[in-house]
């Protein structure tokens, strides 16, 4: 896979769908995300309107041809004014890319763009039992900032939640 391959850009309301797609592809894997069903993409509505170019952008990653590859987004944390400068990070890949390096590339792109937003924070939060995801942000600078031991059950098993944290300034 080359990265040069790939367009990063802007998600606009017709890729809704392909993100649920996209999202709703790694419930199955208890890795990813605590949702333990399909969403819809009405569900989804409200939050992809919260995501703002100027201050919370969604990106969606194409391949040549043109198919979503993946997408990333920077999230409110908290939803008070004082955590305005922080952003958690949400990466979710099409089956067909993981493990290819598109994770990292777009983990980079989210760190490079985060000042442009006044973003100088961000946020990871991964299962303890997701290690390719911890790996990916230990890799580019993230340190473990908390855990929350046993928070989640999945499929009648307790999961941790780790919070990774990287300061940009």
Known sequence: MRISDFILRLATPADLPGIVEIYNSTVPSRMVTADTEPVSVASRQAWFDAHQPARRPLWVCEDAEGRMAGWLSYSDFYGRP????????SIYLHADRRGQGLGRYLLEQAIAHAPKVGVTTLLGFIFGHNTPSL????????????????VAVLDGVERDLVIVGRRLD
């Open 82 to 89: 004082a955590y305005g400068a922080t952003a958690e990070l």
């Open 135 to 150: 790996a990916l942000f230990e890799r580019h600078g993230f340190a473990r900032w908390g855990d929350l031991p046993r």
